[in-house]
């Protein structure tokens, strides 16, 4: 067995050797050597060492290290006051652009609002940062169709977002009939190629809180797609591999999914491990196990529909810890790594970049990011909380250790 090991792992090493003097000789791929735990992995069952060859892959040191363009988040929730005061900077130091939820209390229902709150995010960034905020409008059954010109013509407003009424944090005033109250809207963001994001989850108390995703796609996406078939949807932190086969059986570039690192790293047994974790409570709540694996399936197969959306939805402790917690799961700090180590296991890490860095833009018609970060296999501990001026909050896997750190040296 050992000695099996060692002959393994020399012959890794003299193929990395070989694979590298060819990349010095014809400089025609940025170079990757799999550090030797993965090359026996990779080995164990075939009869000699495959040393795959990843673009942008390097091991320096027998460490893993991915280098990557800087990823965007395409759904993220910055609040305001001290709370996004506190949150910015934990997106801001990974993430180079991202669409900002108009979820606030009141809600950014108007360009005026949207450009008020860019303003509010633009005044707390950390200095040396160029994190730009993508801003989005809040469709409710009032919104006019006027309004969408005038986000388009702002040239900061970049999508608008539907919440279902009481589908989920502060939609209170969302919409409570798409088709009765809102086909000028969607018709006018139709002529101007504006997005809808949708929260797709109906809200009758009579459908099962684990089905209404999967009816939400039957009731209101499926004829919306038929209605207005040029209208660009983004399904937004889907759950379900209901939500997968739907966007999949949508023409490419029409419809996208976002995919939170919860959604592909938990299944709904962590709402109750150990008791009750309301820190893994969001919305859509957690599902079973073969939607998780339908997901991950999904986002590393390589398909350019589904892009990263962390839903970062941070909520100070007390609100979380309480009788009547609220739903959201800050996890800002550490979806990078979540995202990284979903890949590796899926042995897609090649396919990591276009998730995080390529769909995204590709979708909203928008520049790729020229900026590279470096993902290295260099475990950290996640803080226990973040404190602020008013309390804590607490990321997801809080007091764990990590694989994966995100760095731009
Ligand atoms: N995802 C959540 O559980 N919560 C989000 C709202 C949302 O994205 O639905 C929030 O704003 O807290
Ligand atoms: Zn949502
Ligand atoms: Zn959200």
Redesign the pocket.
Known sequence: MFSAFREIYFYGCAWAILLSLLDLFFQNYDLLLICHDLVVMQTSNLPFPRVRVLEHVKVKSMKMELTIAQPDDWHLHLRDGDLLEAVVPHSAKHFGRAIV?PNLKPPITTTVAAIAYRESILKVLPSNCDFTPLMTLYLTDATKPEEIRLARESGVVYAVKL?PAG???NSQDGVTDLFGKCMPVLEEMVKHNMPLLV?G?VTSPEVDVFDREKVFIETILTPLVQMLPELKIVM??ITTMDAVKFVESCPEGSIAATVTPQHIVLNRNSLFQGGLQPHNYC??VLKRETHRQAIVSAVTSGSKRFFLGT?SAPHEKRKKECPCGCAGIYNAPVALSLYAKVFEEANALDKLEAFTSFNGPDFYGLPRNKTKIKLRKTPWKVPESFSYASGNIIPMFAGETLEWSPSFD
């Open positions: 939820m919440y589908a989920t944090t929260h989850e937004e932190h919305l859509p839903d």
